[in-house]
Nanobody
């Protein structure tokens, strides 16, 4: 079983940057794909970005393309989400999740159902 711990959230002004980390323990990310989700108050959880730790393929929601970058450090068992040009609408609790690699993940990386393990989340607040 994989335990996930997010870190790096905080308060930042619009236009600023943050880097979120998702560290795995109990197991490595081998065989798993990793995604970042966010949930703002009163809204549904949405997929933000995903990465295949096997081949490095990355996926992004349209709302963050060009601003967010996902990456993985397999030696450190950590996946990062670099968030630049932050906007107030990026304010949310950000979660990382791990799910089985494969065609289902590649087609549905943005869907909560393809992930089996979740972290507790980290708050990101962007002030205007």
């Amino acid at each position: 079983e994989v335990q996930l711990v997010e870190s790096g959230g905080g308060l930042v002004q619009a236009g600023g940057s943050l880097r979120l980390s998702c560290a795995a323990s109990g197991s490595t990310f081998d065989g798993y794909a990793v995604g970042w989700f966010r949930q703002a108050p009163g809204k549904e959880r949405e997929g933000v970005s995903g990465i295949s730790t096997l081949d490095g393929s990355t996926y992004y929601a349209d709302s963050v393309k060009g601003r967010f970058t996902i990456s993985s450090d397999n030696a450190e068992n950590t996946v990062y989400l670099q968030m630049n040009s932050l906007k107030p609408e990026d304010t949310a609790v950000y979660f990382c999740a791990a799910g089985e690699e494969g065609p289902r993940y590649r087609n549905y990386w943005y869907a909560s159902l393809v992930y089996d393990y979740w972290g507790q989340g980290t708050q990101v607040t962007v002030s205007s």
